[in-house]
DNA sequence: CTATAGTTTTCGGCATGCCGAACTTCCCAG
DNA sequence: CTGGGAAGTTCGGCATGCCGAAAACTATAG
């Protein structure tokens, strides 16, 4: 059989993007979010399709079966598994764990994984607020609001953000928003492209883009 | 560059090589240490002597560059860093260590290593007595006999064992037998191809190849 | 000084996974 | 309905790393 790296970065890249978005998933969105060309993508999707890990209509979208949702789900564990790992146990800032999370989940066996999951004592969100699948593919679905969209005035705590952009994650931190961070959305500026917000005593800027990778919560009262 | 793991792997077997004898490190040597065909050997050796980190007599045998000597003993620390940090943290018995190891190795960066090491107190031995290169590369270097060669009535500490065979692991444990533990040569029968020790109260025979691969100090008095 | 047995290298071939170029297919604008 | 441009696929080619078979080399016995 195949050296699984490749097929787990596929059936994840596939699982992440629906996770994100309900566009369907086509080779070329595929090949843009894994940085591969589409004819590259184009002929791995169709060994995934041979061993039954997705479904694949010609010249449409890719879905992953119940074994590649599985699959998908075992390594999206393993991300988030090592990446809590990282921050709480050797002290990594939550910006500097996606890369290393992003080989490691391909290395670790299921036993050391449960083994991890134990000693961390089951956490169930990573250091960005994503979900961590249960070891049985079981992941809890909250109303969140991407923060791009949260009225002006409303109070949110923030509740996750995207692990993929280290330059944001760094700048978070600075600005002092964390994951459980409340926040009041001071006014929305479309036209300039920004969200602007107060954290603590703290006025933040954030473009949309940024903006649309945090997610929030109705702030506990 | 090319992915590291096959570099990696190859550079550790000639290094691993040497460690366990004085033999010249041959193509065909290597082909049965790595499981591999000769001829695939041959080509890859040469691919590490073009990138300087091999030397290679055609025909002849095979020896580590400095640079060459600086990715093996790197390696290898990262290989018993992590089977320390699999039995000391996540409870791992030190027969089940070495392939979860084999695979870690090359997947965790420089600064996952240091930090690990940090935090597992800086050992200089992992499980089964294997000194830890530092990050410098530097190896202490102790006197140390097989038990297949100590004299008999000999009274001798348990210093070191091969950690790549779990059965003997998995034997010694039963039997009482651990790094540090004191054991007295009781006979040796070359001719039978075993010799006999007692380890506290228990009488324990062990196969010369075994008892080759297990390393002894004189006890502490 | 050979003959030959054993070791090492070379050679052709295979599998995986990637790419760019050329070719299909889709689908909407007109 | 049809013409094109965009999206997707196929095709030939490349790099890596592996193998078995055949050729080349070494070294030892006679």
């Known amino acids: 059989m195949a050296g699984p790296t490749v097929t787990e970065d596929y059936l994840k890249a596939i699982w992440n993007a629906r996770e994100w978005s309900d566009d369907p ?25 041979d061993r039954g890990l997705v479904t694949h209509a010609r010249y449409g979208s890719v879905e992953l079966t119940d074994e590649g ?39 670790v066996s299921d036993t050391f994984i449960e ?7 089951h956490p169930t969100h990573d250091p960005h607020g994503d979900p961590i699948p249960t070891a049985a593919g ?31 994650l760094r700048h978070l931190r600075e600005v002092g928003i964390d994951i459980g961070t409340t926040v009041t959305l001071a006014a929305r500026r479309p036209a300039a492209g920004v969200v602007e917000l107060t954290a603590g005593d703290q006025a933040v800027a954030l473009g949309l883009p940024a903006a649309e990778t945090i997610l929030t919560e109705v702030a506990q009262p």
Do not use: C, I, M
């Open 69 to 107: 949702r599985r699959v998908a789900l075992a390594t999206v564990r393993k991300h988030r598994l090592v990446e809590t790992f990282l921050v709480d146990y050797l002290g990594y800032d939550w910006a500097d764990v996606h890369d290393e999370a992003e080989v490691l989940e391909h290395a």
């Open 115 to 121: 083994r991890l999951a134990e000693k961390l004592g």
């Open 25 to 49: 998933v086509t080779n070329s969105v595929l090949a843009s979010r894994l940085g591969l060309s589409p004819s590259s993508v184009s002929e791995l999707v169709r060994k995934l399709a």
């Open 138 to 168: 079981d992941l809890p679905t909250v109303a969140q609001v991407p923060l791009a969209q949260v009225d002006e005035g409303a109070v949110v705590t923030v509740a996750r953000v995207s692990d993929d952009d280290p330059d944001l």
